[in-house]
């Protein structure tokens, strides 16, 4: 049976990997793209690589008929994500990819966020998009908030850890390294590739990245007391790619256990042999994650580091995966592009 | 049906994407692993970005069974893979993609390559790859020689416009720019990130490439007489790609017709309309060739520009489509991946 | 002695490299920078890589004083150019780097460039500024006009070869590689590091990109009869340099000797022994070019390649070295840094 | 008046860097360079960016004479290092690159290095060069053993904190990012460009770097008691650069105090403005560190980040600062060259 799905926000890069992905999805079919700014353009004009592909033209979202539509998926900016899913029909099953729905809590939206949720009924239905952790919730829901790319690497080293209680929760720092891709197709100054290439620096440091809004929310749920890691991102010069070195207090093979015991049976997360290191190029264009776990010299201080390719396993391909369990899908369909090296 | 495959010289480049593409395929398994050099290792040790596959371990050619085997894949050096090749099973169904039996005059092979074939019965056998031109003999064949990269590219370029008779054959000018992997895994000095990153050049100059040993033997048995191009590579900092600028003598609209037509039933080359140029990242890691023409302000002036990915199209891409031809599968199945932007 | 020197347009790259380059200048002092935009900034705050100078504040150009100034650079947009040398004070030595005071003649300027010139007077006094063959006129200039970094390439491999009669006029193609710098500090989509690396492509094609009239103006002239190269840009995935890969029709002795002899005593231009190609890496962030010369397999055929860093010799470096000449200093003082290799 | 230096092993990246930057020293000639695996050749060959050079030819070390040399730079690996400065002209200055000189206690060198030090005696005159806290035995020393280039980025970031006492010893973290070049100009698969680009990951985990052995020496003797911090290197696809992001634990204010009082009359260190964070691009290819202070929202954590370029301020730029200070010349001489950005 064949599927039709609808990407709103088609002209940014994860709206362009959706497309990529669900190209040799065999149950998904593209029946709407949308992308205001270049409505009226073909895909191919947008994004060239993707020219092989019989696509629909874009068109503005005022312009999109969802008659027949089964799922969207919504890659738009925050705070334009909430007011057109809010407008959308509401039989529609939604993965959204922004930002808009992930914090339960419409306070701790606005703190991170600087401005009032203006859809809080459907902020409190949505279901947090971290497949591995809310696989039930996820096939039943009509709305899934899919996670920061970031949030979600530093997630796969930390929760079962905090879960099985194997690491000191007040000690927590996340050093992530980020390549270029996870700040959109944004013309910054900072981004071009003159700026960047050859030579990387620390960003929102200080403990003001919007993503430990997600941190907080999921480490505390999990570990039923506040938990507030230290959280600081670096922009390296690449495209795509999330390195997440924790470093965490606790027994090496509790931590270790902890993660093999989680991840034995997921497809996507990996968890390396005890002592290896993982690298952002392993896992590049796929939708795997890989997480090594590495004792220091210094007594009971491990560093638990976790790899995935932001575009896919931090943002477009986990909302495929989402998509397919409200599809009722196999979960890894579509999804077992082995990754591009080099 | 599932059909069994075995790839010599797996621990290069073009061995692990053939891996990748199979990955995927539907109808292809992979039985068979050599890597002499890495012999015991697991593919995961080899290329970890391969580690979610259940692959052989890699064994040495003497010690692999080619029992129950369709096809090899043999991704070797040249002069090495001559050897093998010769000693195989004779029913196998081989696609060589290295450089020993694109030429089927061995004076040219030792010419180009510097010493005698030492399988000269074969070599006159083997059809060369470059699909679009020979699929006929591609399906009945046992040898099949994939082609070199560059030559590859090049041709795109410019066979049906020597076989539509529109440009003058004496003066072709093929400026052609290079990613690196296309120099394999190789431990030279000039392939160090170091030395290569943020920088490029020409080299193999003044006509001393080898891949002219396949552009003579190609485009003069087109031409019905000889044709001898000028061929000028450069290696830019980039891993995957391949840019041939050609610069041409002739009409443009007869030039834009004659790659039109030759292309238009093509799934995988694509000729831009007119006056556009293609890009290598808008190929990346897929199995198209974009091929672009332009009017130069100098009357008469045409360029022509291909670009293909080295190690999909220009190499493992080209030899799984010609090992679909041979088994008699669909030309594109386990093709049809879409390139990676960005 | 000392000279009092200023920049206006001082947030750009070019003007940023003159920084640099004035940085260790034994006999230039900084004593006014604008910016118009970022008036009122420190170049700290601009530049953080320039924060160990003691540099005057950003003003606008209105603000800035030039009494007491005895050399402007004049490193803004073209068309803004010409708007603001029409109104800065007449004995003001000027050497402009945009592309307005570069071509002759108005009708050319209004070709290439869009619009009628505001400042024709002006345009007819400026000295072109591509040291090696101006030098005596720039050297008397009140007002130099810095040439494009592609032209001033160009012109390299080509100005001897014409010059001496040693090349056929109507059949010369120059195959350029540009890096990214080249296209300034802008914010546009194709400069961004997720669209740029990893890819490469031809722009401007078709005999369409500016540096034209420059080519046509500057080779016609030197054969005392009109010259239309072919000349198609390349943008790779670099940051500094570029390289030109010449395709000339000529005996290859006559024209190494050509080059060698031109270039015997220059400080700044070297002719590679016969067969080496050069390599932006060899010339990056210094006020060199390198040129090469190879023959081709196919007779009559040779290569000549020039490369040069786009923001040194290309454009800040080649201004600095203008400006040495007009306040009498040694054409080298403070353009000997070597190039910065890996 | 010019000093005559000498440079053994100038055929690896910091021999090409002393060239670099001595070409425009105006105090020191270079009268020998050695190479032994290109003795004959000359730096052009081996180093083209060098070419406008006017250098001796690379001979081995036996054939060098040291008559009339008043320092030599030893740019040997370590373990040769300490053989060929054992057998040197007791009397000459030389400052060495390599790991062999930088630690006091033999049982240390043969812990990280993994044999016994072969010149036990020359070890305990040894002046460790960080320049900043050594400065008065270097202008005394013969023998001056340049820091680890990770091991220096560390120490800029952490010695005034912890003579200041002002942040937890035993909670010290640094997480450090590193370019390519920092290891060499070797032959090794992982440094291939293909290998390095577009992704990064931790290499040398779980406290077992060798700059460890610096870490330790040199913090345990500023604090009077042991200290062992935690050290995880990262490999960024860049040339050049080093980021430490050091996790401490103490009063902002007092850390920011501590540092910026112990740099404040530093020429080559500065301490940005409280909450800004450096990037390596801002300081690549010069001798300059920054180094930022950043509060975490976690009360009482700080990150202290600091940047350098490790074949300059880590390497060769340390180097001739402090061969400045043994011939008496002024200390920046010839260091103050400007970042080169973009």
């Known amino acids: 049976m064949t599927y039709n799905v609808a990407i709103l926000g088609a002209s940014g890069y994860t709206g362009a990997e959706l497309v990529r992905l669900i190209a040799t999805h065999p149950s998904l079919k593209i029946v709407g793209l949308s992308g205001n700014s270049k409505?009226?353009?073909?895909?191919?004009?947008?994004?060239?690589?993707?020219?092989?592909?019989?696509?629909?033209?874009?068109?503005?979202?005022?312009?999109?008929?969802?008659?027949?539509?089964?799922?969207?998926?919504?890659?738009l900016p925050h705070a334009t994500s909430q007011k057109v899913i809010s407008g959308?029909?509401?039989?529609?099953?939604?993965?959204?990819?922004?930002a808009d729905f992930r914090l339960r809590?419409?306070?701790?939206?606005?703190?991170?966020?600087?401005?009032?949720?203006?859809?809080?009924?459907?902020?409190?239905?949505?279901?947090?998009?971290?497949?591995?952790?809310?696989?039930?919730?996820?096939?039943?829901?009509?709305?899934?908030?899919?996670?920061?790319?970031?949030?979600?690497?530093?997630?796969?080293?930390?929760?079962?850890?905090?879960?099985?209680?194997?690491?000191?929760?007040?000690?927590?720092?996340i050093d992530l390294k980020a390549a270029v891709s996870g700040a959109g197709r944004a013309l910054k100054e900072n981004l071009l590739?003159?700026?960047?290439?050859?030579?990387?620096?620390?960003?929102?440091?200080?403990?003001?990245?919007?993503?430990?809004?997600?941190f907080d929310q999921e480490f505390s749920a999990v570990a039923g007391r506040p938990v507030h890691v230290q959280f600081t991102p670096h922009l390296v010069p690449a495209n795509r790619g999330i390195l997440a070195t924790v470093y965490v207090q606790?027994?090496?093979?509790?931590?270790?256990?902890?993660?093999?015991?989680?991840?034995?049976?997921?497809?996507?997360?990996?968890?390396?042999?005890?002592?290896?290191?993982p690298s952002t190029k392993h896992i590049r264009a796929s939708n795997f994650c890989h997480i090594g776990v590495v004792a220091d010299r210094v007594s009971g201080r491990v560093m638990v580091i976790a790899a995935l390719d932001n575009l896919t396993k931090g943002s477009s391909g986990q909302a495929l995966q989402n998509a397919n369990l409200m599809l009722g899908l196999p979960e890894t369909e579509g999804l077992m592009l082995a990754p591009v090296f080099p």
Not at 139 to 163: E, F, H, M
Request: with cysteine.
């Open 39 to 75: 409505a009226g353009l073909s895909m191919a004009q947008v994004f060239p690589h993707l020219r092989h592909l019989d696509l629909p033209v874009l068109t503005t979202i005022e312009d999109m008929s969802f008659d027949g539509v089964d799922l969207v998926f919504c890659a």
């Open 88 to 98: 959308l029909p509401r039989h529609l099953r939604i993965v959204d990819l922004s």
């Open 105 to 173: 809590d419409p306070a701790e939206y606005e703190k991170w966020y600087g401005k009032p949720h203006s859809a809080v009924e459907m902020q409190k239905e949505a279901v947090y998009g971290l497949t591995e952790f809310y696989r039930d919730e996820i096939s039943q829901a009509l709305l899934v908030a899919g996670t920061g790319c970031n949030a979600a690497t530093g997630q796969y080293a930390l929760r079962p850890l905090i879960a099985a209680g194997v690491i000191d929760l007040d000690n927590i720092i």
């Open 193 to 214: 590739h003159a700026e960047l290439s050859e030579g990387y620096h620390a960003y929102a440091v200080g403990g003001t990245h919007r993503h430990l809004g997600e």
């Open 250 to 277: 606790g027994d090496v093979e509790a931590i270790y256990g902890a993660l093999d015991a989680a991840y034995a049976e997921e497809p996507f997360v990996t968890v390396l042999p005890k002592g290896e290191a």
